[in-house]
């Protein structure tokens, strides 16, 4: 169910994710050249908060490895 839209913190969105703890929704903004981190939070039901965390030429997509250190 459609609960409504927010902001991404860029343009021309291309790939989302959550975080591995489910605390951050992050969006590869391939238009703006940002990858951008909303917070997410049990008592919002949208994500919000859009922060740059990074800059690059039209990033695609955002992944999460697993540190084996």
Do not use: C, Y
Not at 5 to 13: D, I, K, S
Not at 27 to 46: D, E, F, I, P
């Amino acid at each position: 169910t459609l609960v409504g839209h927010t902001w991404t913190g860029g343009q021309v969105p291309r790939d989302i994710t959550v975080d591995p703890l489910g605390r951050w929704l992050l969006v590869a903004n391939q238009g703006s050249g940002t990858v951008t981190r909303l917070s997410l939070n049990k008592n919002h039901q949208l994500p919000r908060d859009a922060h740059t965390i990074a800059r690059m030429p039209s990033p695609t997509s955002v992944l999460f490895t697993e540190d084996d250190a």
